[in-house]
C-alpha cells in the first residue's frame, strides 16, 4: 500500500468513523424536540448545531487517542498514534482545529447554542483530559457531552424552552444512556464480568420512552414504535455480554449500544411531524452505512 492511502486510512481510524453518523443526531433531535413542541420549524438553522456537534466529536475522538497515547502502546499498539501512522503533534493540532471550527460555525444561530457549544466541548476536554480515568465520573461526563450537544439543538430552535420539563427530560434520558454505554466500555480490554451496569442503558430507555409522550402531550405512533425498538436493541445488547464476555463481543455490543442512538435520535425529530420525519428518516438510513462501516473500522 502507498504511504499517502496508508497515513489517510490512519486519520480515519483515529476518528472511528462507525460513530460519526451518530454526532449530528443529537443536535438534530434537540432541534427537532424543541421545534415539535412550538409547532414552528426553521430548517435553515438545523445544519449549523448539526455541522457543530460533529465537528466537536471528531475534535474530541482525536484528543481522545492523544490523551491515550500511553496506554495505547501498552494495550492498543496497532492504534494510529503509538504505531507511528500518524503523530502525536498533528493529532494534537487536528483535534484543537476541529474544536475550533466546531464551535465557530454554530455562531449564526446565536449566543444561547454557541455558549452549549462551549459547554460540550469543555465536557470532551474535561473527559480526555482528566475523569476518563475515572469509570462512573468519567462515564458522566462522555454523557454530558452528548446532552448539551442535544441542548444545542434546542438553543438553535427555541432557546427560550431550554428549562421546558420534556427537554430536560430528553437531556438526561440520553446523558445516562451514554453514561452507561461508557461505564461499560470503561475496561474493554480487560476480560471481566461486565455485572449490573450493563442494563443501564436498557433501563434510561425504559423510562424515557413512556416519560416524554406524557410530558410533551403529544401521542406519536413512529416516536413509540422508534422508541420501543431502540429499547428491544439495548436489552439484546446488555443479554449479549452477560457473564464474561469476549473483547470481540464486548467491543461489538458498545459499538451496538452507540449506533442505537439513532433510533432515539430518529425517535425525537419525528415529534416536529413532516419535516422531522424526513431528517429521522436520513438518520435511520445512516444505520446501515455505520454497521457496513463498523466491519472495516473499529467504533471503541
Known amino acids: 500500500m502507498s504511504p499517502v492511502p496508508s497515513r489517510l486510512h490512519a486519520w480515519v481510524e483515529l476518528v472511528r468513523p462507525p460513530n460519526l453518523f451518530t454526532a449530528p443526531g443529537d443536535a438534530l433531535a434537540g432541534f427537532f424536540l424543541a421545534a415539535g413542541l412550538t409547532g414552528h420549524v426553521d430548517l435553515s438553522r438545523a445544519i449549523f448545531p448539526a455541522l457543530a456537534a460533529l465537528f466537536i466529536y471528531v475534535g474530541g475522538l482525536i484528543g481522545n487517542d492523544v490523551a491515550d497515547t500511553e496506554e495505547d502502546s501498552r494495550d492498543r499498539p496497532g492504534r494510529p ?19 475550533v471550527l466546531g464551535l465557530l460555525i454554530v455562531l449564526p444561530v446565536g449566543l444561547p447554542a454557541f455558549g452549549l457549544a462551549c459547554l460540550t466541548q469543555l465536557s470532551v ?56 454505554v461508557t461505564w461499560i466500555a470503561d475496561r474493554e480490554t480487560v476480560a471481566e464480568r461486565i455485572g449490573p451496569r450493563r442494563w443501564i442503558p436498557f433501563l434510561s430507555l425504559t423510562m424515557l420512552v413512556p416519560l416524554v409522550p406524557v410530558l410533551t402531550h403529544k401521542l406519536s405512533l413512529p416516536f413509540l414504535v422508534l422508541g420501543i425498538l431502540a ?11 452477560r457473564g464474561i464476555p469476549s473483547r470481540p463481543v464486548l467491543g461489538s455490543a458498545i459499538g451496538s449500544l452507540i449506533r442505537g442512538l439513532l433510533l432515539i435520535q430518529a425517535a425525537f425529530c419525528s415529534l416536529a411531524g413532516w419535516p422531522g420525519l424526513a431528517v429521522a428518516v436520513g438518520l435511520l438510513l445512516a444505520w446501515p452505512l455505520s454497521a457496513a462501516i463498523a466491519k472495516r473500522f473499529a467504533a471503541t
Open 231 to 241: 429499547i428491544g436493541w439495548s436489552f439484546c445488547q446488555a443479554w449479549r455480554i
Open 81 to 99: 498514534i503509538p504505531s507511528g501512522r500518524v503523530s502525536r503533534r498533528a493529532a494534537f493540532g487536528a483535534a484543537v482545529g476541529w474544536a
Open 125 to 180: 476536554m474535561i473527559y480526555n483530559g482528566w475523569l476518563k480515568r475515572y469509570a462512573v465520573p468519567g462515564a458522566i461526563a462522555m454523557g454530558a457531552c452528548r446532552g448539551f450537544s442535544f441542548l444545542m439543538g434546542v438553543a438553535a430552535a427555541q432557546p427560550q424552552l431550554l428549562g421546558a420539563p420534556p427537554i430536560l427530560a430528553a437531556a438526561g434520558g440520553i446523558v445516562l444512556y451514554i453514561a452507561g
